[in-house]
């Protein structure tokens, strides 16, 4: 079974084709980070206009790159039903409607967050993850520590109220005044944080630990501290180099001490639920971040239990937006028939807790 698929839910359009029997046959991302860069997040309708802009473009590419004729060799259309933007996600899904219409192709919609967690199955081969394991989904819209039970049963272990990961990697990086870069304001401030520097980091008030000892995450009092440092000393302009790289240095720390901590507490609820995990999968585009794998590598040693928990990360390509997971997510439906109507509507808001059994 071969699925293309398409996903546009945030400010990448992205087209793929995937196999069923594992092979990616394309995978092509347009990006449109410098368009929003003047306006500190992603502005809707200026997303919506460049999905407009390049869905084609994404689909006749993903088609030629996977040299696979559509009228033969596709079996299904799959798309990114939610959670997202709402009109960004109509860009997707009208693509993959119509181009399903005209083919008279089958078109299962896909929740986007359950692609981010499915898609160790794909490219952890022949190890993939076994249910039940752990995953920590961090990236541009979500903070979440999830249970995955089964390919579509997910128990939300841990949340934000507020601001997400990717999103206060993304601030802070732009308070910082970190340039711009193609992959993005929070692998910006990681680089940034990573520079060897000789001589004096100055030493800063601890930063909040937000939630401690409970199962949920919070971010928007770590990008205040940093606003708040900076307002202290009346601006950027007022703090040198070294001081700004231990706030940088300071912020990555606490954010992902957050994630530690949290897994660590994730384990315990497990125990005492007697639910036996065995792996731990971290994607989104926030763990993408070299530190961040490093430091719950280490994290997991500090567990005491017999059997060693193995920490699974796909390929950075693959854990911000992409439609290889969207494809990927499809194809257990594809291959039962489970499939959606061709007036299937969209879900902005979806909670993937609420995925039906
Ligand atoms: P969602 O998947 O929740 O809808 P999204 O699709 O916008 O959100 P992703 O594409 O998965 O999110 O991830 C984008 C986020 O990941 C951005 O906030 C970006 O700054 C962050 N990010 C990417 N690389 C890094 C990195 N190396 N360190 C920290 N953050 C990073
Ligand atoms: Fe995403």
Redesign the pocket.
Known sequence: TCSCAVES????TCAAVVTSSRQILSNVVIKQNDLHEGYGG?HPMVAIQAHQRNMPIAVKRALREANVDIRKDIDGIAFTRG??IGGCLSVGSNAAKTLAASLDLPVVGVH??QA?ALTPLLTSWPNPPKFPFLTL??????TLLLLAKSLNSFRILATTPDE????S??KV?RMLGLPWTA?????A???FCAQPREGEVPELPPYPRPFKGQLAFSYSSLHSYVERYIDSKGGLENIDLPARLALARGF?TAAVAQLEEKVLLAFQWCSENNVQVGDVVV????A???Y?RERLAACLTKLDISNPISLNFPP?AL???NAVMIAWASMHRFLARDYDDYTIDLLAKWNIDTLSP
Do not use: K, W, Y
């Not at 839910?9 to 990448?12: L, P």
């Not at 989904?137 to 979500?142: A, D, Q």
């Open positions: 839910s945030a400010d990448d992603i959670p997202g986007h967050m981010h989904l961090v990236s541009g819209g979500h997400s990961i990717g999103r990697f993304d990086s992959r993005g304001p929070g692998a401030l990681e680089q990555q994607s989104g585009g926030v993408s971040n070299t961040l950075p854990c911000t937006d």
